[in-house]
């Protein structure tokens, strides 16, 4: 790794490969703490990661890093790219790539420092050093984190090109764009002779693999006539795009956690990430080439994943969002206030129970009821302090993946969902008003936040006003669900109670 810098602030020293091999014994005064896995020193990168935030921080790379030192290897080593901002290029490259996860709550194991993030490269300035990363023939998988705006999907689900950024990178400059990175990355593998690759999503989307897959597809037919023939075959015999779902509650990382990791390191790390003592992720078993071993971390490798993804979606996130929403518009700041609220944590299990578990198919050997409780646990956890703002982002995007297949069942089954039906006008509110019950300011962090604000200015002050003036924007709603009465009348009834009551 380039470009190191030791100095800190309050003269201790920050976490780096020599300055860890000093650090002697492995307890501080606030802790253990448990050194990389593997040697970082001699691992050799072997997946291109796209979207190092800190969910993947606290999830893949722990599972790749236990699963490569399980197995003896050394050739998993992760080139992150951060996509949107330098951040965490600049708090891991002076650190050597090192970082340590901090879990937070009931049998929460000590401190763990990794070691498997060997390079971070910023897409916005280096996307041919992207490109040249993807495909390189150490590389076997390329793994994905770009949240579900990363996508750029139109309201239809496909590549969206009337966006201008996708539209450039179409036009061959050099890729911004999640997509555009990966297939120009799967192009100069093509031309290179770099062989069989897979690409593998671990985001909050149905069917994400074959996502994926579709938007690739979708960037290949825009391409100009004079494109050069023959990727789309290549990357259809060489590429896989297996599904995933992955979970873990990983909140932003605070200025009390940082005080808290240094305390047991006995070292600044600016790159702690927070996560809950719970990970979990399931991966459909159709890879193109090599792939670590996973299931020596506890990972579950399988041929059907969307039961999987369907009851961690519809069950944890849907009831995730309903939380946040209600949350913050009651003035609760953290998940785990909002599940303390008796009137909330009946609307959340209610939500499970009464209109989630009838959609769903129960993959085989889990218990839903049980399921359903350990999701409460989970979103009770005191010492995780995950802000309901936090979760409340980017609702457009959300909300389809989320509450309204739910919804679409429901209503196909001749029933109204009415708690998903809650958790939809509990969002309309919380976009329509923009503050809490204490007068405090919700911030509207979602890319249609402009559109959203010209429906709700449209709606303002009526409840059916506004139901139906945000049920009509149609990238996330669809042409459908604004047609359905029952539906219409439960939001509009919903919204009403929630603007005067909260
Ligand atoms: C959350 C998820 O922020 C959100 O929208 O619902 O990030 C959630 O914490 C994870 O999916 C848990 O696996």
Same mark, same amino acid.
């Given at each position: ?6 100095? =800190? ?29 593997? &040697?970082? #020193? $001699? ?12 969910? !993947? ?82 590389? #076997? =998988?390329? /793994? ?73 597809? &979708? ?18 015999? $060489? ?5 995933? @779902? ?7 990382? /605070? ?30 078993? &159709?890879?193109?080439?090599? #792939? ?93 302090? !995950? ?5 409340? @982002?980017?609702? $457009? ?11 679409? &069942? ?27 019950? !204490? ?54 009834? !919903?919204?009403?109670?929630? /603007?005067?009551?909260?």
């Amino acid at each position: 790794m380039a470009a190191r810098g030791r100095a =800190v602030s309050d003269g201790r020293q920050r976490l780096d490969l020599r300055t860890l091999e000093q650090q002697q014994p492995r307890v501080g005064p606030g802790g253990r703490w448990t050194p990389p896995a593997v &040697d970082p #020193r $001699s691992l050799r990168v072997g997946i291109v990661h796209l979207g190092i935030g800190a969910f !993947h921080r606290a999830h893949q790379v722990v599972f790749t890093e236990l699963a490569a030192a399980a197995a003896g290897r050394d050739d998993w080593g992760i080139a992150g790219v951060t996509q949107r901002s330098a951040s965490v290029r600049d708090q891991l490259i002076p650190q050597d790539g090192l970082y340590s996860v901090l879990e937070r709550g009931p049998d929460a194991a000590p401190l763990r420092v990794l070691g498997s993030v060997r390079e971070v490269l910023f897409g916005a300035a280096d996307s041919a050093a992207v490109v040249d990363r993807i495909a390189d023939p150490a590389v #076997r =998988v390329v /793994t994905l984190t770009v949240t579900e705006k990363g996508y750029r999907r139109d309201g239809a689900g496909q590549l969206n090109l009337s966006d201008p950024q996708v539209l450039a990178d179409v036009q061959g400059q050099p890729p911004r764009t999640v997509v555009g990175q990966l297939v120009r990355g799967l192009q100069r593998r093509w031309e290179r002779g770099a062989g069989p690759v897979t690409v593998l999503s671990c985001d909050n989307l149905v069917g994400n693999g074959d996502v994926l897959r579709g938007l690739v597809h &979708d960037f290949l037919d825009a391409l100009p006539a004079s494109a050069p023939g023959g990727l789309a075959d290549w990357i259809e015999a $060489s590429a896989r795009f297996p599904c995933s @779902m992955v979970d873990r509650i990983v909140p932003a990382t /605070t200025a009390e956690d940082r005080a808290d990791a240094r305390t047991v390191l006995g070292l600044d790390d600016h790159g702690v990430v927070v996560a809950e003592p719970f990970s979990q992720w399931v991966i459909q078993d &159709d890879f193109a080439a090599d #792939r670590p071993a996973w299931e020596l971390a506890g990972a579950v490798l399988t041929k059907d994943v969307a039961a999987w993804e369907a009851v961690k979606l519809r069950m944890l996130n849907a009831t995730h969002s309903l939380l946040a929403y209600l949350g913050a518009l009651r003035g609760y700041d953290t998940i785990a206030a909002a599940l303390s609220d008796d009137h909330l944590a009946a609307a959340a299990d209610a939500l499970m129970v009464e209109d989630v578990a009838p959609t769903l198919r129960v993959p085989d050997g889990l218990d839903l009821a049980d399921y359903r409780r350990g999701v409460l646990r989970r979103f009770a956890n005191p010492a995780l302090r !995950h802000r309901t703002v936090q979760v409340a @982002m980017d609702g $457009s995007q959300k909300l389809p993946v989320r509450l309204l297949g739910t919804v679409r &069942d429901r209503l196909a089954a001749g029933a109204v969902p009415q708690h998903a039906a809650l958790a939809v006008a509990a969002w309309m509110t919380y976009v329509a008003e923009g503050r809490d019950a !204490h007068g405090r300011e919700l911030p509207l962090d979602d890319p249609l936040a402009v559109r959203l604000r010209a429906a709700t200015a449209a709606g303002a002050g009526d409840p059916r006003r506004l139901v139906d003036s945000l049920l009509r924007v149609e990238e996330i709603f669809g042409a459908d669900l604004p047609e359905h009465d029952g539906f219409r009348a439960a939001l509009t009834d !919903h919204v009403a109670r929630l /603007t005067v009551n909260r």
